[in-house]
């Protein structure tokens, strides 16, 4: 996978793009090295209890899981995944919000299964039934919208089942599903899912303010007396999402994180199969 | 004459005003990812009115005659999405076997469009707006495949423009923060923009 990522990349990002390895092999290092810690505690554990020590160890994974999700490797601002979705359902910050908590869930039980299916799913066909699994997620939380939150499914419309679609879910199914243990899995999709719903929160707050005035429905005194159109119509939505990955990089290079922006620049870097072959170049 | 004027309303309406990349936001991450070359960014947008067509093709009738015939519309973003991702290997293997030159140039793409939002979106979309509930079957169908095509043409405009856009942005001097995928982003911002003009130009 490592090798794969460099080719793609052209000359003058190599070198970024080694940096970037480099701190992703530390991190399943450190990872590892967790685990074998939590193994090793949990054993302690069972021959004389020593809960606390157990339990901040738990806390630890738990916090480095939700840093890595909402800051670090954040699924929107960093990776660029799920763009769509993104864009699309940010006009208005509960939207943003039922959106994310949406794909939190299909998220959650989607990493969860094909956690536990890893070792009995084939290489050769595992997209397909990575899809398949998503899709069933997806109607089931499609259902449960319909039936608890009527005006929430006719607000996302056609992007509630274009979850199925989402790269984010395809993309961490098969970066960190398919390589770890179901309860990692699980934390991992909360942890994405987390900090999918604050960037696209972020999102939907900045668009509603400026766009209509308003913040989740109610009038904002100055803003509404002349809302700016432009940005809850589509060319806005691009405009918005385009600043704030620059406020993200920014950030990012003050903290010395490496910048990446997918495979070359490409949003769909992470679930395309030509990751690495440059065939779309 | 009433439905061929349907017909080039709706291929028109899919190009301009309900274009699927700037006003719908379906295809995003082709749009951003395989626009940086005309030929590459034509390649792409022909794969997607290929399999766009050839997809709407067969979920439609199955809609109709599967799904609502067996009350089992709640199963249909589950068997689209499978219907495609089976077609898209299909279509490459048969490429692969038969037209080898239109593999060659179709077949890198192909495997990015099972994951194309675009492709789920129109099959799920026309099963909607042109419901044969209300057209009736053979005009429903029509209007569907019309809707797909148009759709795909939409594509291929907005990319070919795009392609241009980032083209010329390749010598500009861009500051660095902006560099990459942001500025990109405001480039799509204006493009969507422009199209934003044609607004109520066609009426359905």
């Given at each position: ?281 | ?185 405001v480039a799509a911002s204006l493009v969507a923009m422009s199209f934003l003009g044609f607004a109520g130009v066609v009426h359905m």
């Open positions: 996978m490592a090798k794969k990522t460099i080719s793609m990349r052209s000359a003058s990002q190599e070198n970024s793009a080694a940096v970037i390895e480099e701190t992703e092999e530390a991190m399943e290092e450190k990872q590892a090295v967790e685990q074998t810690e939590d193994a090793v505690i949990s054993e302690a554990a069972t021959e004389q209890p020593s809960a606390p020590e157990k339990k901040s160890s738990v806390g630890g994974t738990f916090g480095n899981a939700m840093k890595r999700g909402v800051i670090l490797e954040n699924p929107v601002l960093r990776l660029v995944l799920g763009t769509c979705p993104t864009l699309a359902t940010t006009t208005a910050a509960s939207n943003a919000i039922g959106m994310g908590i949406a794909a939190t869930l299909v998220l959650i039980c989607s990493n969860t299964v094909i956690s536990l299916l890893r070792n009995i799913i084939p290489d050769k066909v595992r997209i397909p039934a990575y899809i398949t699994i998503i899709a069933s997620f997806v109607s089931i939380v499609q259902m449960l919208v319909k039936a608890f939150a009527p005006a929430l499914d006719e607000s996302l419309g056609i992007y509630l089942p274009l979850i199925v679609v989402n790269c984010i879910i395809l993309g961490r199914a098969e970066m960190y599903a398919s390589k770890h243990a179901p309860a990692l899995s699980a934390l991992d999709g909360l942890a994405m899912g987390v900090g999918f719903t604050t960037a696209l929160l972020c999102m939907g707050t900045i668009r509603e303010m400026l766009g209509a005035g308003s913040l989740f429905g109610a009038k904002l005194p100055i803003l509404s007396g002349q809302p700016i159109l432009f940005f809850s119509l589509a060319p806005g939505g691009f405009f918005v999402f385009g600043m704030l990955i620059a406020a993200a990089n920014k950030l990012s290079k003050k903290n010395n994180l490496p910048v990446r922006n997918g495979c070359g620049d490409c949003p769909a870097a992470a679930t395309c199969s030509l990751s690495g072959k440059g065939g779309c170049k | 004459m009433n439905m061929l004027r349907m017909v080039v309303t709706i291929i028109l309406a899919g190009i301009l005003t309900n274009n699927y990349v700037l006003s719908k936001f379906l295809g995003i991450c082709p749009f951003l990812g395989v626009s940086k070359k005309l030929d590459t960014a034509m390649g792409m947008s022909a794969a997607v009115i290929f399999v766009m067509v050839l997809s709407t093709a067969v979920t439609y009738p199955i809609q109709r005659f599967v799904l609502e015939a067996l009350g089992l519309e709640y199963l249909q973003t589950i068997v689209f999405i499978l219907i495609i991702a089976a077609l898209v290997q299909l279509v490459e293997i048969v490429l692969k076997k038969y037209i080898p030159a239109l593999h060659a140039s179709l077949g890198v793409y192909l495997p990015l469009i099972t994951t194309n939002c675009a492709v789920l979106g129109c099959a799920i979309l026309v099963t909607e707006d042109y419901s044969s509930a209300v057209y009736g079957f053979g005009e429903g169908y029509l209007y569907a495949l019309s809707c797909a095509f148009g759709s795909g043409l939409g594509f291929l405009v907005a990319m070919a423009i795009f392609a241009g856009v980032r083209k010329r942005m390749e010598f500009c001097d861009i500051p660095e923060t902006l560099k990459g995928l942001p500025i990109t982003l």
